[in-house]
């Protein structure tokens, strides 16, 4: 919002995602070969580092910030690349395929703690103040909590990993292994919605209400819900019934986004809000552990899992680019004011399509060993 505030340009916008979404997984192939060749901790280390000197960065520009739209997205891209490869390639290991549920249930829970209580602060600060001052605030306690977490990456232990990054023999690996092939479909559609809603849906609660405050209401209703809903799927799903919770879940997810079309009045927004914080557990819990199952099964995953994670990091990325062309594509056509409600529903059927890529996978059946 700190973005938009400044250039109410909704292209600006959306060329900062842009940027943060070419440049993570381009980063992604540069962490794998340093994970490969160095160090995960390093590379989780050297995430936190980046993301923390774009909020140095941020502070620095202030309120030029939006002229340097595309830099701090690159930055944050960058960031992102490393901070999440080192995460994903950790979870992946220390997780089985008997305990990933509860894991990425309980994971969910701690993320939905904090979406409760940051952005309801965030607002409270913001409003409280004039001007840019407020987000300066919000700028520096999240640089000073990324430089903590430097400081606390130094506890981790250190994890090597070994052999060389095969890259394009695990991009090459979707012809051999047709659920590899559907679990990488699937990521496309699960970023072809993420792409434009990760940042459009918080523009058009800040058009509807113009308050900051409000923004950080909705995100503590769907982040409430998601709390609770994250730490109930996470003892209620089990490996048989994922393919049934990802079906209406994403159905649901994609028919909740009606409410943005008839709605603009917040008490329909908080419903809208409520909705996607309960189902959106029901999705991505069970989504994530069957994508690790899948790559736990495909061939070779013991010494290429990094390489499994980069490219399934690029697909991922390629949804929400595309999402996000649809979507500057769109706006030259179409007033954003009044279209923004329909690109939302263009784009919002990715979560629902994942079903249909993953419905045939077979998890039970193991990957012939190939050379």
């Known amino acids: 919002m700190y973005l938009w505030k400044q250039s109410n340009s909704y292209s600006d916008i959306a060329l900062y995602n842009l940027s943060i979404y070419v440049l993570q997984p381009l980063t992604f192939i540069v962490a794998g070969k340093c994970a490969k060749k160095i160090d995960r901790v390093i590379v989780l280390r050297t995430g936190v580092t980046v993301l923390s000197l774009f ?14 739209n595309i830099m701090l997205g690159a930055l944050l891209g960058i960031g992102y690349g490393f901070y999440w490869l080192a995460y994903n390639v950790l979870t992946f290991e220390i997780t089985e395929p008997e305990t990933r549920d509860f894991f990425n249930g309980f994971l969910g829970v701690l993320q939905s703690l904090g979406g409760m209580t940051g952005p309801l602060l965030a607002g409270y600060i913001i409003s409280r103040f004039n001007n840019s001052t407020g987000y300066t605030v919000i700028f520096a306690i999240s640089f000073g909590l990324f430089i903590l977490a430097v400081l606390v990456s130094f506890g981790l232990s250190r994890r090597k990993a070994k052999g060389n990054f ?25 970023g072809f919605r993420e792409g434009t809603f990760l940042f459009a849906v918080s523009i058009w609660i800040f058009l509807i209400t113009r308050d900051e405050l409000s923004l950080g209401v909705f995100n503590l209703v769907y982040s409430g819900c998601s709390f609770l809903f994250f730490f109930l799927v996470g003892k209620w799903i089990k490996p048989s019934r994922r393919k049934k919770a990802i079906f209406l879940s994403g159905l649901s997810l994609y028919l909740s986004v009606l409410i943005l079309l008839v709605s603009a009045t917040m008490p329909l927004l908080l419903i809208y809000g409520a909705i996607a914080g309960v189902f959106f557990p029901l999705l991505y819990v069970p989504y994530i ?79 012939a060993i190939r050379n």
């Open 55 to 68: 909020f140095l960065t941020v502070l620095m520009v202030g309120e030029r910030a939006a002229t340097f």
């Open 166 to 190: 095969s890259f394009k023999r695990i991009m090459d690996e979707r012809k051999r292994n047709v659920n590899w092939n559907r679990i990488l479909h699937a990521h496309i559609s699960q």
């Open 289 to 367: 552990s069957l994508t690790y199952d899948v790559i736990g099964k495909a061939w070779n995953a013991g010494e290429m899992r990094i390489e499994y994670i980069v490219v399934r990091e690029l697909f991922l990325n390629t949804g929400r680019v595309l999402s996000i062309l649809v979507f500057l594509f769109a706006i030259s056509f179409i007033a954003p004011e009044t279209g923004l409600p329909y690109i939302l529903l263009l784009v919002g059927g990715g979560h629902f399509l994942i079903y249909f890529f993953i419905k045939d996978i077979d998890t039970k059946a193991m990957s």
